[in-house]
């Protein structure tokens, strides 16, 4: 939890992201993701400041198990004084302990964004899915909490000014931005109208961005003339030539001597290996997205 401290922006986790988001649809199915269609809505996870802090904590941690499908969990919130923004013990359950920083006691709004998080962790563990690492293994859950429709409010707790500055979890806020940006391409929602932060819409709005430049890499038909260009170069020199930085397609023969080249979905990002022939049409086994590419 940055709390009046620098807040890190930028991309720096962005492979780790992405990775997330092809382990999440390996580990759910594209049918389980399809069900979290539906985001958390605010009214769902509202904390007025003269509601009961540990009832009104019990109320949006029930809401958040409820989004997330675990309906024999039950998560016992506490307060107390601790650096980081939330923590929660994950023991074989069905009760899970989860502790806020004693901050929250004065900034109920952003209860949600916190319990999101940990909810999530709760998911994680049950899925029995995890990184290797701790930094890495967060990234994950911020990545999923968000993908599957909690995370827009851990977005929404970010705010910086010139005195003071506040953000939840370990993405950055354009990381953030990126894969809500990613769930919105999926679902055709716009998270944009639940932010009541200008600073977390901004980030929003550079991440999708990102986002969308992923459905405009060759060899899709998206791609624009500069990328069209590299990629005709490249593909003249394949496969003798190693990809150049930042490429993110890459040519090989295949068991005929036939030139073949490989790329990441832009939706789950999953590698997926077409031949060389021109206009193809391909479908990413994992996700179903269906894609048009000039190879």
Same mark, same amino acid.
């Given at each position: 939890?940055?709390?009046?401290?620098?807040? @890190?922006?930028?991309?720096?986790?962005?492979?780790?992201?992405?990775?997330?988001?092809?382990?999440?649809?390996?580990?759910?199915? /594209?049918?389980?993701?399809?069900?979290?269609?539906?985001?958390?809505?605010?009214?769902?996870?509202?904390?007025?400041?003269?509601?009961?802090?540990?009832?009104?904590?019990?109320?949006?941690?029930?809401?958040?198990?409820?989004?997330?499908?675990?309906?024999?969990?039950?998560?016992?919130?506490?307060?107390?004084?601790?650096?980081?923004?939330?923590?929660?013990?994950?023991?074989?359950?069905?009760?899970?302990?989860?502790?806020?920083?004693?901050?929250?006691?004065?900034?109920?709004?952003?209860?949600?964004?916190?319990?999101?998080?940990?909810?999530?962790?709760?998911?994680?563990?049950?899925?029995?899915?995890?990184?290797?690492?701790?930094?890495?293994?967060?990234?994950?859950?911020?990545?999923?909490?968000? /993908?599957?429709?909690?995370?827009?409010?851990?977005?929404?707790?970010?705010?910086?000014?010139?005195?003071?500055?506040?953000?939840?979890?370990?993405?950055?806020? @354009? @990381?953030?931005?990126?894969?809500?940006?990613?769930?919105?391409?999926?679902?055709?929602?716009?998270?944009? =109208?639940?932010?009541?932060?200008?600073?977390?819409?901004?980030? /929003?709005?550079?991440?999708?961005?990102?986002?969308?430049?992923?459905?405009?890499?060759?060899?899709?038909?998206?791609?624009?003339?500069?990328?069209?260009?590299?990629?005709?170069?490249?593909?003249?020199?394949?496969?003798?030539?190693?990809?150049?930085?930042?490429?993110?397609?890459?040519?090989?023969?295949?068991?005929?001597?036939?030139?073949?080249?490989?790329?990441?979905?832009?939706?789950?990002?999953?590698?997926?290996? =077409?031949?060389?022939?021109?206009?193809?049409?391909?479908?990413?086994?994992?996700?179903?997205?269906?894609?048009?590419?000039?190879?």
């Amino acid at each position: 939890m940055a709390n009046d401290g620098p807040v @890190e922006h930028g991309y720096p986790h962005l492979e780790t992201v992405r990775a997330a988001i092809t382990a999440l649809y390996r580990r759910l199915s /594209y049918d389980t993701v399809q069900t979290f269609a539906t985001s958390v809505v605010p009214a769902d996870v509202a904390f007025c400041d003269t509601d009961d802090l540990y009832l009104g904590a019990q109320r949006v941690a029930r809401e958040l198990v409820r989004h997330f499908r675990l309906p024999d969990a039950r998560l016992i919130v506490s307060f107390r004084e601790m650096r980081h923004a939330a923590n929660v013990e994950l023991a074989a359950g069905p009760e899970y302990f989860v502790e806020l920083n004693d901050r929250f006691r004065a900034h109920r709004r952003d209860i949600g964004a916190a319990l999101a998080h940990e909810v999530t962790h709760v998911y994680l563990h049950r899925l029995d899915l995890s990184f290797p690492g701790v930094r890495d293994n967060e990234v994950l859950t911020d990545t999923v909490t968000t /993908y599957l429709g909690a995370g827009w409010l851990l977005l929404d707790a970010f705010r910086e000014d010139g005195a003071s500055s506040q953000k939840l979890g370990y993405l950055t806020p @354009e @990381e953030f931005g990126y894969v809500l940006a990613k769930r919105a391409l999926v679902f055709g929602e716009d998270p944009s =109208v639940w932010f009541t932060s200008a600073q977390a819409y901004t980030a /929003y709005v550079k991440g999708r961005e990102l986002a969308r430049r992923d459905g405009q890499e060759p060899p899709l038909t998206a791609a624009g003339w500069a990328g069209r260009r590299r990629y005709a170069r490249d593909r003249r020199h394949a496969p003798a030539d190693p990809p150049a930085p930042g490429v993110r397609y890459a040519f090989s023969p295949d068991g005929g001597g036939r030139l073949r080249v490989s790329f990441p979905c832009p939706t789950c990002h999953q590698r997926i290996r =077409v031949p060389v022939r021109g206009r193809v049409r391909a479908r990413c086994a994992l996700c179903r997205s269906v894609l048009e590419c000039d190879t």
